[in-house]
């Protein structure tokens, strides 16, 4: 970016929720620390209570989008709105449900001079979670077995066919639940079918330990500036509340061969299980930062910024070895916002313009 | 895992050297470990013995080094090494 420009970044996935958060504020956190003001983010989120859409040090301004289940169209339309106001340079998509929808309006998105950084249809279909064990198998990966199932009468006697609990049901495309017994599979079956269609996948349970690597594909088949931590913490649904940076050769491997197989383009999260035996196994590949990637600033690694050079076609900053041993910890903290602010949201769908504060 | 083979007709198993060798020490007893993000903390002999581990794979010259640097015999010493191998083999299994 030339030292005189200001860009506009959106970025979605400002749902930064304790149990459940989504990247985006953590992406604007390490884009705003690497550009300053130099850069003008724009928050895009689906609910006005999305938290990081009223976070005005990250986001210079907000706007509500249409959910990806009311088609690319409809989305499409919103962000060709938001775009008339707004003038965005580079879009930062932060949630796996709205990635085959960008994906398929990218050249669309692209004629309005909206860039993204993005992996291709092929590449996106190859890492979803049913057809994980096949992509491991490519790459010389370990991966649980991992079964499609279409009705919950499997859990009936499903330890006499080899899957003895506990089981780990998870859905096509989110949501993952440990079931210990038949009850609790069958009420997660339910939940997960209704919430996300079948067939719903069950997946052999690893115990170990959950590593997880960020980095960025570069679609040539090289993966850039990975980040690794192990989880210390989590909530309640399994998701990282403390996490270490550590650094794994072999974990770097696998991801690289991964990557490698993929072609990928794009932010990626690989998720491991590091097994008793100490064998990586493949959980899980999110097309998207993760919502811990502050720590990559943090190790001197900041991929959101990193991304950003490489789609504007800039040599990005060179990156800091790996520092195995910087933690995070998340806390719960309130944001207090003017009723202003969020009237706004909830009847314009924005929040007020910069030239609209006094 | 590493055998080293100790006086006592017992087999000292420890986990691999490059395992040990990449452990982060503070005086404090802080151990970490850069390669699975684990951490935990050791007494002042556990200490001693971890970083005479790190060095060197010789029972022996282990022995000798930690009754030189502290008031214990060597069949005290040997006991306490193995003790503590089977901390270090449990921890890193």
Redesign the interface.
């Known amino acids: 970016m030339k030292r005189d420009e200001r860009l506009t970044v959106a970025i979605t996935g400002m749902n930064a929720v304790a149990d459940n958060p989504g990247a985006g504020l953590a992406v604007a956190r390490c884009l705003r620390e690497a550009y300053g003001e130099r850069l003008r983010i724009i928050g895009l989120g689906y609910d006005a209570l999305d938290p990081g859409l009223h976070r005005r040090e990250y986001c210079d301004s907000a706007h509500l989008i249409s959910y990806p289940g009311s088609g690319t169209d409809a989305l499409f339309d919103r962000l060709a709105e938001i775009h008339e106001v707004e003038r965005i340079d580079f879009l930062l998509p932060c949630l796996d449900a709205e990635l085959p929808l960008l994906v398929n309006m990218a050249p669309r998105l692209d004629e309005l001079g909206i860039r993204s950084y993005l992996p291709s249809r092929e590449q996106l279909a190859k890492r979803t979670k049913d057809r994980l064990a096949e992509l491991a198998h490519e790459a010389g990966t370990a991966s649980p077995e991992t079964l499609p199932v279409t009705h919950a009468d499997f859990f009936r006697d499903c330890d006499r066919k080899g899957w003895p609990f506990p089981l780990v049901v998870k859905g096509v495309f989110y949501d993952a639940r440990i079931a210990a017994n038949r009850e609790e599979a069958e009420v997660a079956f339910r939940a997960i079918a209704a919430e996300w269609g079948l067939p719903v996948l069950v997946q052999r349970r690893i115990s170990g330990e959950e590593c997880n690597l960020a980095g960025i594909g570069d679609g040539k088949g090289a993966l850039l500036g990975e980040v690794m931590m192990k989880k210390r913490a989590t909530t309640s649904r399994g998701k990282a509340w403390a996490g270490i940076s550590i650094h794994d050769e072999e974990l770097s491997s696998a991801a690289q061969r991964l990557v490698a197989a993929l072609k990928w383009k794009g932010p990626i999260e690989i998720e491991v299980m590091r097994d008793n035996q100490g064998v990586y196994q493949l959980i899980e590949i999110n097309p998207r930062f993760p919502a811990w990637i502050y720590l990559s600033q943090g190790v001197g690694r900041n991929l959101p910024a990193m991304l950003l050079a490489l789609a504007l076609g800039e040599e990005p900053l060179p990156l800091a070895p790996p520092r195995p041993g910087l933690l995070f910890i998340r806390y719960a903290q309130e944001t207090l916002v003017p009723l202003s602010s969020f009237e706004s949201l909830m009847v314009e769908g924005r929040s007020a313009l910069e030239s609209e504060q006094s | 895992m590493d055998n080293i083979p100790a006086r006592q007709g017992h087999s000292l198993e420890l986990p691999k050297s490059d395992v040990l060798k990449r452990l982060?020490l503070s005086d404090s007893g802080f151990v970490?470990d850069?390669?699975?993000?684990?951490?935990f903390t050791v007494n002042g002999s556990g200490l001693a013995i971890l970083r005479r581990l790190q060095q060197e794979s010789d029972l022996i010259r282990i022995v000798a080094s930690l009754c030189e640097a502290f008031d214990v015999d060597v069949l005290a010493a040997e006991r306490d090494i193995i003790e503590f191998a089977n901390l270090l083999r449990n921890t890193f299994?």
Request: aromatic share 12%; proline share 11%.
């Open positions: 982060a970490f850069p390669v699975s993000g684990n951490s299994r």
